[in-house]
């Protein structure tokens, strides 16, 4: 999905809530730090992501807690240069003015960033110090944010924004919704916002993945099992087996 930021249009993208559902009136407290404020990375050490309670961090599969630093096993940064190449010739095709700036939303370990940092100046922002921490190590030369992607606001637009399959993990409207309204908040005029989620109700497949990776001295492999339980609702379920060898050689299973 990409669209061109004029004035009011990416934030009426979706229709209105049906009667009685229940919009979000202003910024969402995040579960760490200062309720409605960002922190920068440095903020973060000190903070314990998974002692937290409520809709937040703690609700995040573990990958994105104290499995974070087995993600770039999991999920290698180099198997991502194609599709971020598509994806910077996509913002740069549609967008209406030039593209130096780019804000990503749930960013995750900076897979897509590692690649795309090449071009554009990358602010990157997600939920999870954990994961914030496995990107910088990665990315140190970007702009890295603890914020919420419902809710965050940071005062300031890009020339484009770009949201991955973390739109995966927003399970109702109203949280897509409060996602797309703040692409528009942080979208310039003439702008662009692209939202790639992994799958869409018209193409949708029940599947099953597998893959991992070496490192010098650990190695991880999943299995992923993408199934819908009814398909006449808008949620499926991925179940994920992680095979994880540490430098002991000793291999578990999470």
């Given at each position: 999905?990409?669209?061109?930021?004029?004035?009011?249009?990416?934030?009426?993208?979706?229709?209105?809530?049906?009667?009685?559902?229940?919009?979000?009136?202003?910024?969402v407290?995040?579960?760490?730090?200062?309720?409605?404020?960002v922190l920068?990375?440095?903020?973060?050490?000190?903070?314990?992501?998974r002692?937290?309670?409520?809709?937040?961090?703690?609700?995040?599969?573990?990958?994105?807690?104290?499995?974070?630093?087995w993600?770039?096993?999991?999920?290698?940064?180099?198997?991502?240069?194609?599709?971020?190449?598509?994806?910077?010739?996509?913002?740069?095709?549609?967008?209406?003015?030039?593209?130096?700036?780019i804000?990503?939303?749930?960013?995750?370990?900076?897979?897509?960033?590692?690649?795309?940092?090449e071009?554009?100046?990358?602010?990157?922002?997600?939920?999870?110090?954990?994961?914030?921490?496995?990107?910088?190590?990665?990315?140190?030369?970007?702009?890295?944010l603890?914020?919420?992607?419902?809710?965050?606001?940071?005062?300031?637009?890009?020339?484009?924004?770009?949201?991955?399959d973390?739109?995966?993990y927003?399970?109702t409207e109203?949280?897509?919704?409060?996602?797309?309204?703040?692409?528009?908040?942080h979208?310039?005029?003439g702008?662009?916002?692209?939202?790639?989620?992994?799958?869409?109700?018209?193409?949708?497949?029940?599947?099953?993945d597998?893959?991992?990776?070496?490192?010098?001295?650990?190695?991880?492999?999943?299995?992923?099992?993408t199934?819908?339980p009814?398909?006449?609702?808008?949620?499926?379920?991925v179940?994920?087996?992680?095979?994880?060898?540490?430098?002991?050689?000793?291999?578990?299973?999470e």
């Amino acid at each position: 999905l990409i669209t061109p930021q004029r004035s009011g249009q990416l934030a009426h993208l979706l229709d209105e809530p049906p009667e009685g559902a229940v919009r979000p009136s202003g910024p969402v407290p995040l579960e760490v730090g200062v309720p409605h404020e960002v922190l920068e990375l440095g903020e973060m050490h000190g903070l314990e992501s998974r002692a937290q309670t409520g809709r937040g961090l703690s609700d995040q599969p573990r990958m994105y807690g104290d499995l974070a630093s087995w993600f770039h096993l999991i999920t290698a940064p180099e198997e991502y240069a194609e599709e971020a190449e598509r994806y910077r010739r996509l913002m740069l095709e549609s967008a209406q003015r030039p593209v130096k700036a780019i804000l990503e939303l749930g960013s995750g370990g900076g897979n897509n960033a590692s690649h795309l940092k090449e071009h554009f100046a990358m602010t990157l922002v997600d939920l999870s110090p954990d994961m914030l921490e496995v990107s910088w190590a990665l990315n140190p030369e970007c702009e890295h944010l603890v914020g919420d992607m419902r809710s965050v606001r940071l005062g300031r637009t890009f020339d484009a924004v770009f949201l991955h399959d973390a739109l995966d993990y927003l399970i109702t409207e109203d949280e897509l919704r409060a996602t797309v309204e703040t692409a528009a908040a942080h979208c310039a005029p003439g702008g662009v916002a692209l939202l790639v989620p992994d799958h869409v109700r018209e193409t949708f497949r029940t599947r099953t993945d597998h893959g991992g990776n070496d490192g010098q001295d650990r190695a991880a492999r999943y299995l992923e099992w993408t199934w819908d339980p009814d398909p006449g609702d808008t949620t499926y379920f991925v179940d994920y087996v992680y095979l994880l060898r540490d430098q002991d050689g000793i291999v578990r299973t999470e």
